[in-house]
């Protein structure tokens, strides 16, 4: 397919706080900020959209889970990030996009749930959901993870105080609301522990929320439970039910986990995907009972267009086709509307059951060692064990054997390494076939399958390659697009999917720098933060789309949270990429607005009307001193506000650069001139008209550059110090009090600082009789 590189200039911003407004006031930037200086990726040619990274908020933590799943509220313009890690769910302002940053963290440990239960501590945050009017839900699983877990309900407009929980299955993973805003609908996995001793009843909770923004009580929860499949017979073929711990009861319903939920537009149906079991369960609402289980069956990769690299071992990037079958076993599942019928959209990651002694996965080359059965002496894999070929691609021990059991007629790997579309009756419509590696194998040949924590080549060919793990879906100029995040190598794959039977790649970006391998770093002494704000996004886990009427651009966004790197990214949704350069902006700036030339100013871009920029540079006496992503929403306005300080007296020379696809246009060089750096000189005056020993001396600044701290002098010896908090151009005031002086002549002076110089008073005379 024609594809063109991504490949934007760009600055990282250093010691200096931005602002951008399209209207408004300008918000502070974090010092750093994980948008990578040139990221990976290609697009179609004539892609209608451009997905380009705009701001990133960073917990700072590595491969801790620091941000999963994000939601966003368009009322308060917040985003809500899970960071399990600290069990809470972290709340972002994003008025301003290109600067993310956090308000406080929606605690859920402690509160009360409406059965009389508490959330204990230790508990986990996994997904958060927030319904256009602000109601807030948080899934939050137990301590131990085989209890209840909850449902904790917050105001996304509010200060972060509960409204309340109702406790709903175990480990709810995924919680969701029903387009009407009537239900939430929550994923209770139900995994086993650890030592696979205890594996609690998989279910989908159906909790029916109030109107108005306060949390519901706990008779309004009801479970759609899998009691109805544990007959003989009643659970359909292909649906992989197996291992499990002997003896115990209802050994079906423990063994099918849901992992995501979507709601069919018209909110009565919901689609649950059963992930190891490769089946989708199908949940009536309004009786809460699920109707229907279908499997999603395999892929077969020996079928032109859909084959893998199987081997990390290879030599080198080789897609073919091979005799193996993919279980598509997909993670986020969501739903969308196309020609009034409803379709659902799978992320085919894999996953495999490893609790206790039992570990699903196998090498093929391992089939027929420490007890597992062989390859059948006629099976199209027979003979291809090599490391360099099949031999290291890792497959089900529970799928695949011949009836009798004796030996494996066919190998199941993990995954589809894709994504697909289905109808709701489960017939398969589209699928992306073998696009995701042979995209990301164009974009990033040196790290073709790599790994998350560590920048590789190949090192995940033998599992499940990209590993496609979540997507969201959201309509931009009447078309529908899926945004489909990549948890292994990163990024995001954007396809156009109007069209449900022939849906068409439009972009694949990722925000990561391959040359910082954030594992490495940390091994070679970089602390986490700096790793991670250096290699960027890693891991993405959740994503949520933002509509253009909602969002604080006005122009459609995408959020993506960052498992491994903790960071949460949001990211603009251009039209085309431009063809003409930016229009020419205006340089201004407010030094000497309050009437003092000081050291810290702001310097504003302003575009006027014309061909948006989506990048800004400005460049201090011919050096880059910062860069801000922008929005394009040609032919508005763009107003971008650079607040400096730590400016010494002199001329400082201002131009700045706007960026588009199309090139570059440079501003009309600005000159600021800065002669009041230093603090205006303080009056000293003092009360001794008794003459006595005891007495104060004061220091008044009556207008001009304000001072950060002052010091006392007297009789050339400094005996007093403190701290004075600037507000310029208005007037400062400090008193010292004194005691004990001796008779005769004292002399003082007052010394009021700064970080960009001092300023020293005249000297006062105080006469003690």
Known sequence: MPVRGIHPPAARAVAVALGLTLC?????????????????????????????????????????????????????????????????????????????????????????????????????????????????AVAVESDPKTDAGWVVFFDAAADGSALGAVRVGALPDMVTFTPDG???????????????TVDPEGDVAVVDVPDGVTAPSQDAVRFADFHAYEADGALPAGVRVFAGIEGTDH??????????????????????????????????????????????????????????DPSDEDGGIDVRTVPVQGL???DGLNAYTAGGETYLVTANEG?????????????????????????CADSPVAGRTADDDLGRLDVSRASGLR???????????????????????????????????????????????????????????????????????????????????????G????????????????????????????????????????????????????LAFIAGDDSPTGEPMLAVGNEVSGSTTLFAIDGPAATQVPARGVLTDDNAHDGVRGGAYTVSVDLWWGQNATQVRLLEDGEVVATRNLVDATPSAQHVEFDLTGRTDGRYTYTCELVNAAGTTDCRSHTVRVTDAAPAAPRLSHDNHDKDGAYTVSAD????????????????????????????????????????????????????????????????TVRVK
């Not at 009537?182 to 696979?196: C, K, N, Q, S």
């Not at 790290?447 to 997507?471: L, Q, T, V």
């Not at 602390?527 to 290699?535: G, I, L, N, Q, Y």
Request: charged share 25%; aromatic share 8%.
């Open 403 to 489: 009836a009798d059991g004796e030996c494996y007629e066919e190998v199941f790997a993990f995954g589809g390494r894709s994504f697909s579309i289905w109808t709701t009756d489960g017939e398969q419509v589209f699928d992306s076939g073998d696009d995701f590696e042979r995209i990301t194998a164009e974009a990033a040949p040196e790290n073709f399958n790599s790994d998350h924590g560590e920048s590789s080549f190949e090192s995940r060919s033998d599992a499940k390659g990209p590993e496609p793990e979540n997507m969201a879906i959201g309509e931009v100029d009447g078309r529908t697009y899926a945004f489909v995040g990549l948890e292994r190598v």
């Open 182 to 196: 009537a239900r939430a609908v929550v994923a209770d996995e139900g995994e086993p522990d650890d030592d696979y």
């Open 24 to 136: 408004g006031a300008a918000l502070t930037l974090p010092a750093r900020a994980s948008v990578v200086d040139d990221p990976v990726g290609t697009s179609a040619e004539g892609a209608a959209i451009d997905l380009r990274a705009l701001g990133s908020y960073e917990t700072g933590l590595f491969d801790e889970s620091g941000a999963e799943i994000v939601a966003y509220h368009g009322g308060s313009q917040r985003l809500f990030s899970v960071n399990a890690h600290a069990g809470e769910v972290t709340v972002l302002d994003v008025a301003d996009p290109a600067a993310p940053t956090k308000l406080f963290a929606l605690q859920t440990t402690g509160v009360a749930a409406d059965d009389g239960s508490t959330v204990p501590a230790g508990a986990v945050a996994n997904s958060v959901a927030v319904r256009a009017d602000g109601l807030v």
């Open 251 to 308: 050994p079906v319903s423990r063994n099918l986990e849901p992992e995501y939920v979507a709601v069919s537009a018209d909110s009565t149906t919901a689609y649950a995907v059963l992930q190891e079991a490769n089946a989708v369960a199908v949940v009536d609402l309004a009786g809460a009972e699920v109707t229907e289980i279908w499997p999603l069956g395999a892929k077969d990769f020996s079928i032109e267009g859909q084959g893998i």
């Open 701 to 764: 600044l009556w207008w001009g550059t304000n001072a950060t701290g002052w010091t006392l002098v007297e009789d050339g010896e400094q005996v007093a110090t403190g701290a004075l908090t600037d507000a310029t151009p208005s007037a400062q005031h400090v008193e010292v009090p004194l005691t004990g002086r001796e008779p005769g002549t004292h002399t003082y002076r007052m010394v009021f600082t700064n970080d960009l110089g001092e300023t020293s008073s005249k000297e006062l």
């Open 491 to 542: 990024g995001v794959m954007v396809y156009d999917v109007t069209d449900p039977a022939a849906a068409q790649f439009v972009q694949y970006v990722n925000n990561r720098d391959f040359s910082v391998s954030a594992e490495d770093a940390i091994d070679d002494g970089a602390s986490p933060a700096e790793a991670v704000a250096a290699a960027g996004d890693l891991g993405p886990e959740g």
């Open 351 to 375: 996953d495999a059951r490893e609790w206790g002694d039992y570990e699903e996965p196998v090498r093929i080359k391992d089939l027929g060692e420490d007890g597992v059965a062989p390859l």
């Open 328 to 330: 598509y076993m997909p």
